[in-house]
Nanobody, 128 residues
């Protein structure tokens, strides 16, 4: 079974940092999957934050997080990370990771409909 396990959320003050992890099992990054990070705040639609193709490291970011968030991967551990710096209260949301085969990171971030597998979310709360 394919599983995606997101972890690393928590409560942090504005300006602080968190590192989220997405551990994937049941498939290999070598199978040309793209991994995306998404978030959903109360009352808002889910939005793409960052995406990466682990096989070559190509990454793409939403404008709202560009320069503050960094997506990376450890292929040996089938894990993708999201380093979040300079956090703002508006970053507060439940963060999810998802996998989509054969997708480009731009598509991963700009569209939530093409992903094949979703993990459960991890809550990130940024206090002002």
């Amino acid at each position: 079974d394919v599983q995606l396990q997101a972890s690393g959320g928590g409560l942090v003050q504005a300006g602080g940092s968190l590192r989220l992890s997405c551990a994937a099992s049941g498939f290999s990054f070598d199978d040309n999957y793209a991994i995306g990070w998404y978030r959903q705040a109360p009352g808002l639609e889910r939005e793409g934050v960052a995406g990466i193709t682990p096989i070559d490291g190509t990454a793409y970011y939403a404008d709202s997080v560009k320069g503050r968030f960094t997506i990376s991967r450890d292929n040996a551990k089938n894990t993708v990370f999201l380093q979040m710096n300079s956090l703002k209260p508006e970053d507060t949301a439940v963060y999810y990771c998802a996998a989509g085969k054969g997708l480009h990171p731009v598509v991963v971030v700009t569209s939530t409909g093409g992903m094949d597998y979703w993990g459960k979310g991890t809550q990130v709360t940024v206090s002002s």
